[in-house]
């Protein structure tokens, strides 16, 4: 097996963190880098030992020793990059959302059936274990009809001034549950309610709630809050419970799965995502990158996750934010 050289666009918190995660795979092989901000780009670069630092991306898809590229930038510039490297005839693994329009999204699903390499986008739920067991069960019918879903994703407030500048809670992780119920129930949504609280007076709220129809006649809520308090003891109060007309489920990932109590107070440090095994990043992360450089060396397209399935997601988030501005239904076709 060949060792793919891959190249990372953007170099915020997710690009170091691919990165990192990268340089602990066999077969995959962090060849470039590439930011506008050539601080930082010194800075990972060195870290990383890579000789090949860019701050235009163009310059890193000309590089024919690039056989795949990370596109970690935020959601807002994913579509450039994506389409180039596509073109280029790069492999491209595209952190999520795909895009922050549907009609972006569509552009890059188009230019992904055209391409030579393949597209995956990075919804890392979808390889979390504790999910890969729901879908197994729901596939297997223990739940019989599937009633109602209930989701919760919330995070301290000390993670998200930055971030809530960028992206408002009901597309930024929202996102995560909505392809989740998406996938687990193999439905579509047909109408959404949501609502959002601003606390900080940021660019965006720091919470929402969202309630989706399905086409089944399911139901299903969803809480995305991104203020808890300073002295909330976990990075993310995860769970997601789904009530069938025959069985229920419950999927808990926060604390305490691991529970850490020092003079600083009580943590529960990440055993899921992206944790530090031996000086190795792994966990969902790591089993994500693996898959896609096993589609890359086995030539096909990615299965677990397609781009049509996350820019569907993309879709009934955006039409939550929509929602919450107008206070009014918004129906799906």
């Given at each position: 097996?060949?060792?793919?050289?891959?190249?990372?666009?953007?170099?915020?918190?997710?690009?170091?963190?691919h990165s990192d995660a990268i340089t602990g795979i066999p077969n995959?092989?962090?060849?470039?880098?590439?930011?506008?901000?050539?601080?930082?780009?010194?800075?990972?670069?060195?870290?990383?030992?890579?000789?090949?630092?860019?701050?235009?991306?163009?310059?890193?898809?000309?590089?024919?020793?690039?056989?795949?590229?990370?596109?970690?930038?935020?959601?807002?510039?994913?579509?450039?990059?994506?389409?180039?490297?596509?073109?280029?005839?790069?492999?491209?693994?595209?952190?999520?959302?795909?895009?922050?329009?549907?009609?972006?999204?569509?552009?890059?699903?188009?230019?992904?059936?055209?391409?030579?390499?393949?597209?995956?986008?990075?919804?890392?739920?979808?390889?979390?274990?504790?999910?890969?067991?729901?879908?197994?069960?729901?596939?297997?019918?223990?739940?019989?009809?599937?009633?109602?879903?209930?989701?919760?994703?919330?995070?301290?407030?000390?993670?998200?001034?930055?971030?809530?500048?960028?992206?408002?809670?009901?597309?930024?992780?929202?996102?995560?549950?909505?392809?989740?119920?998406?996938?687990?129930?193999?439905?579509?949504?047909?109408?959404?309610?949501?609502?959002?609280?601003?606390?900080?007076?940021?660019?965006?709220?720091?919470?929402?709630?969202?309630?989706?129809?399905?086409?089944?006649?399911?139901?299903?809520?969803?809480?995305?809050?991104?203020?808890?308090?300073?002295?909330?003891?976990?990075?993310?109060?995860?769970?997601?419970?789904?009530?069938?007309?025959?069985?229920?489920?419950?999927?808990?990932?926060?604390?305490?799965?691991?529970?850490?109590?020092?003079?600083?107070?009580?943590?529960?440090?990440?055993?899921?995502?992206?944790?530090?095994?031996?000086?190795?990043?792994?966990?969902?992360?790591?089993?994500?990158?693996?898959?896609?450089?096993?589609?890359?060396?086995?030539?096909?397209?990615?299965?677990?996750?397609?781009?049509?399935?996350?820019?569907?997601?993309?879709?009934?988030?955006?039409?939550?934010?929509?929602?919450?501005?107008?206070?009014?239904?918004?129906?799906?076709?």
């Amino acid at each position: 097996m060949e060792r793919i050289r891959v190249g990372v666009i953007g170099l915020g918190l997710f690009g170091e963190i691919h990165s990192d995660a990268i340089t602990g795979i066999p077969n995959l092989e962090l060849a470039a880098l590439c930011t506008r901000n050539e601080a930082r780009l010194e800075e990972l670069a060195r870290k990383f030992g890579i000789a090949k630092a860019h701050t235009d991306y163009r310059a890193l898809l000309n590089d024919p020793e690039i056989d795949a590229v990370n596109v970690t930038t935020m959601w807002d510039q994913h579509t450039a990059p994506t389409v180039a490297a596509l073109e280029a005839g790069k492999h491209v693994f595209v952190e999520k959302p795909l895009a922050s329009t549907v009609a972006d999204c569509q552009r890059i699903c188009d230019a992904a059936k055209a391409a030579e390499g393949i597209l995956m986008v990075g919804h890392i739920c979808r390889f979390n274990p504790r999910y890969v067991s729901a879908k197994r069960e729901i596939e297997a019918g223990t739940l019989g009809r599937i009633l109602v879903l209930s989701s919760r994703r919330n995070i301290p407030a000390a993670w998200t001034p930055e971030i809530l500048n960028k992206i408002g809670p009901l597309v930024g992780d929202g996102v995560h549950d909505t392809d989740l119920m998406l996938w687990l129930t193999g439905d579509r949504i047909v109408s959404v309610y949501a609502q959002t609280v601003s606390l900080r007076g940021l660019k965006y709220p720091d919470a929402g709630q969202t309630m989706y129809r399905f086409a089944s006649g399911a139901t299903a809520t969803m809480e995305t809050v991104q203020c808890m308090p300073e002295k909330t003891p976990f990075d993310i109060d995860e769970r997601m419970s789904i009530i069938g007309a025959d069985g229920f489920l419950h999927i808990q990932d926060t604390f305490p799965n691991i529970g850490v109590c020092s003079k600083e107070g009580f943590r529960s440090p990440d055993t899921t995502y992206w944790p530090e095994l031996y000086g190795v990043t792994g966990g969902a992360l790591r089993d994500e990158l693996m898959y896609f450089a096993r589609c890359i060396d086995e030539g096909r397209a990615p299965e677990i996750i397609t781009p049509e399935e996350a820019m569907a997601a993309l879709r009934a988030t955006l039409a939550a934010e929509q929602s919450a501005a107008t206070g009014e239904v918004v129906r799906l076709d």
